[in-house]
């Protein structure tokens, strides 16, 4: 439900991702920025970054 409410207004095939990464407590690796800049402004930061 977290990952839902995360995604919902951002883009809503995301939705497995952010979960399995809050799930496993692991960063999520994505090129996509609007997830990205959307899931920042609602507090998640746990990103991969190269």
């Given at each position: ?14 939705v497995?991702?952010v ?32």
């Open positions: 439900m977290e990952a839902y409410r995360l995604c919902k207004d951002i883009d809503e095939k995301d497995p991702f979960a399995l990464a809050i799930q496993l407590n692991c960063v999520l690796w994505t090129y996509d920025q609007p997830i990205r800049d959307g899931l920042m402004q609602r507090g998640f930061n746990h990103f991969f970054e190269l």
